[in-house]
């Protein structure tokens, strides 16, 4: 399956963007989807997922609360409604796929990758 992923840029702290991932190529209900980020320097990390059906979001104990992942398997794509943003956040974002029958926040369960997109929060 292949992904694309859109919708980052610059924001003020405390400001709001909305992240969107496509998909092509399988059945998107298939896969449980995440989102994960990178800073500089620093390792991928979880940020959220989202099961086959939408009905079992789970986040990271520091975007829980702002953001929230949902998902559209009729258009084939994931969201990440990120809200109260903070310049930690600061960050690329991936969208993931993974087609194992239960839900990981290790990136290397993960078969798909999306190209990032460039989340910059300004203090």
């Known amino acids: 399956v292949q992904l694309q992923a859109s919708g980052g840029g610059l924001v003020q702290a405390g400001g709001s963007l909305r992240l969107s991932c496509t998909a092509s190529g399988r059945t998107f209900s298939g896969y449980i989807m995440a989102w994960f980020r990178q800073a500089p320097g620093k390792a991928r990390e979880f940020a959220a997922g989202?099961?086959?059906?939408?009905?079992?979001?789970y986040y990271a104990d520091s975007v829980k609360g702002r953001f929230t992942i949902s998902r559209d398997n009729a258009r084939n794509t994931v969201f990440l409604q990120m809200n109260s943003l903070k310049p930690e956040d600061t960050a690329v974002y991936y969208c993931?796929?993974?087609?194992?029958?239960?839900?990981?926040?290790?990136?290397?369960?993960?078969?798909?990758w999306g190209q990032g997109t460039q989340v910059t929060v300004s203090s």
């Open positions: 993931a796929a993974d087609s194992s029958p239960r839900a990981s926040r290790d990136p290397d369960e993960y078969d798909y």
């Open positions: 989202i099961s086959r059906g939408g009905y079992s979001p």
